[in-house]
């Protein structure tokens, strides 16, 4: 049921949106340049590696010696506006109809941390990575990242169709309100290294 559920919803989003990520993609061409869309290897499933889809945000602008500048200087207004309205996830929506990831579920992290959980943070990826989660919907980036690793945990335990549909219902609120997109200090969140006191 989940499954079709997230085939049905993210076939009908890709239409009803359409016009929306024509648009995105067009501005972020003409702001940011080419590529449109930002494309990066994720642990899915059982940690299995897919490639998500996102659109760009940041510009390519590097150093003297080739390097790429900072996030903080790289995402421009125009970017902050797409991750503020959420817009710069919209092309997961093909993830989704594809099977990479579902509409709910503990969101797609990077690859590097996969050996740096601990065997409790790792049951994460129990089941399909989402486009929103549960530790997205209670606090998001404000959340230091064993809070979220013990709300993906929880979802993993207590997930069923209703907790779906009350997850994306937040989501809808949570974009409205605009609340949790960066950790303090931070252009979205810092990187995870390991838990505190626990061996790698």
Not at 16 to 45: D, H, W, Y
Not at 174 to 182: A, N
Request: charged content about 25%.
């Amino acid at each position: 049921m989940k499954r079709l559920f997230d085939i049905i919803c993210s076939f009908l989003g890709l239409v009803v949106l359409s016009p929306v990520l024509l648009a995105a993609a067009l501005l972020i061409r003409l702001k940011l340049g080419s590529p449109v869309i930002f494309k990066q290897k994720r642990p899915g499933l059982h940690g299995k590696p897919f490639f998500v889809y996102k659109f760009r945000t940041m510009t390519d602008e590097r150093d003297e010696h080739g390097g790429l500048l900072p996030d903080h200087i790289r995402l421009t207004p125009f970017g902050q506006l797409l991750r503020k309205l959420s817009i710069d996830e919209l092309p997961q929506l093909l993830n989704v109809l594809k099977g990479d990831i579902s509409l709910v579920g503990p969101r797609p992290l990077l690859m590097d941390y996969l050996e740096l959980y601990t065997p409790e943070q790792a049951r994460r990826h129990e089941v399909r990575p989402g486009i929103t989660g549960w530790a997205q919907v209670n606090g998001r980036n404000e959340l230091s990242w064993e809070e979220k690793f013990e709300l993906d945990v929880w979802y993993v335990d207590n997930r069923s169709f209703w907790l779906d549909v009350k997850i994306l219902c937040m989501t809808v609120l949570k974009v409205f309100k605009s609340e949790g997109i960066s950790q303090t200090g931070h252009v979205t969140v810092e990187k995870f290294t390991g838990s505190k006191g626990v061996g790698k």
